[in-house]
T-cell receptor, first 117, second 112 residues
């Protein structure tokens, strides 16, 4: 149980284009999903917290107009990187927290590698 | 700024020995603590969570928490080459925050 998927796993795009990444909880409902970013040899950094049916909460320094988050259902959250630039190239990882489950464990998706040329 | 500190390593341990990984955190209000394992190029996978002071054992893994010292550790008994990975300590800060603050991770190498 507690499986989280992401799509796509890899994306290469040209500078200035927008990229959408999907995060799905496959066997549970997630009222809260999280988006993290990991640069090479760095740790995961929380970008935003996404609650189903409401606006995302962004961490300090993360541009909400650049990283659009939509959490329209209990099993799907999307992150859209708008007007991507090479400095946005990174490993984007979502996680989901089990709604009503014990504790506060977050389960991570497999991640999406974004390369902006 | 709320921080989580780990020794980056690499930490080299002979196969079959005990690997000891340590983590300190700055936010005294933190309530939830997690250890994740991350293989190169992959996303983190949960090993253990711990919420109360003391030890928590799960198979070959034991997590230890000391809130007074703001210290969390992970022991891996009978280390196997497949345990070679980066181990991330994660803390859920207090103050109602939901997301996790991660340390930079300790790179563990189990030598056959």
């Amino acid at each position: 149980g507690a499986v989280v998927s992401q799509h796509p796993s890899w994306v290469i795009c040209k500078s200035g284009t927008s990229v959408k990444i999907e995060c799905r909880s496959l066997d549970f409902q997630a009222t809260t999903m999280f988006w993290y970013r990991q640069f090479p040899k760095q740790s995961l950094m929380l970008m935003a917290t996404s609650n189903e049916g409401s606006k995302a909460t962004y961490e300090q320094g993360v541009e909400k107009d650049k990283f659009l988050i939509n959490h329209a259902s209990l099993t799907l959250s999307t992150l859209t990187v708008t007007s991507a630039h090479p400095e946005d190239s990174s490993f984007y990882i979502c996680s989901a927290r089990v709604a009503g489950g014990p504790g506060e464990t977050q389960y991570f998706g497999p991640g999406t590698r974004l390369l902006v040329l | 700024q709320k921080e989580v500190e780990q020794n980056s390593g690499p930490l080299s341990v002979p196969e079959g020995a005990i690997a000891s990984l340590n983590c300190t955190y700055s936010d005294r209000g933190s309530q939830s603590f997690f250890w994740y394992r991350q293989y190169s190029g992959k996303s983190p996978e949960l090993i253990m969570s711990i919420y109360s002071n003391g030890d928590k054992e799960d198979g070959r893994f034991t997590a230890q928490l000391n809130k007074a010292s703001q210290y969390v550790s992970l022991l891996i008994r009978d280390s196997q080459p497949s345990d070679s990975a980066t181990y991330l300590c994660a803390v859920r800060p207090g103050g109602g925050a939901d997301g996790l603050t991660f340390g930079k991770g300790t790179h563990l190498i189990i030598q056959p």
